[in-house]
């Protein structure tokens, strides 16, 4: 079973910008894909970045341009760069390492992966 953790998130201005680490407890492997997803209050957990297994990322619409994630084999770690921070990016941050290997797409995460708890990111205006 393979543990999660997020940390990096915070509070910070319209603009900012900040950095989320999601940890394995595990060595991280190529082969399976990884991402970030994030829920706002009141919403539905919506995807936001992952890296499939290829290496390929992707990124939603609303966030193109803005983050960016990448991972660190030797630190088993997947990080998200987040830029030009605005207050709808406001929510709870999760990370997710997908159980089948060989997954390319940003499809690949169900509710049976492997997730974070969470960090919260709050963004003021």
């Known amino acids: 079973q393979v543990r999660l953790v997020e940390s990096g998130g915070g509070l910070v201005q319209a603009g900012g910008s900040l950095r989320l680490t999601c940890t394995a407890s595990?060595?991280?492997?190529?082969?399976?894909?990884m991402g970030w997803f994030r829920r706002a209050p009141g919403k539905e957990r919506d995807f936001v970045a992952a890296l499939d297994w290829v290496g390929t990322s992707y990124y939603a619409d609303s966030v193109k341009g803005r983050f960016t994630i990448s991972r660190d084999f030797a630190q088993n770690t997947v990080r998200l760069q987040m830029s030009s921070l605005r207050p709808e990016d406001t929510a709870v941050y999760y990370c997710a390492f997908d159980k089948s290997p060989f997954c390319s797409g940003s499809g690949c995460f169900t509710t049976d992966d492997y997730w974070g708890q969470g960090t919260q990111v709050t963004v003021s205006s």
């Open positions: 595990e060595d991280i492997d190529s082969r399976y894909a």
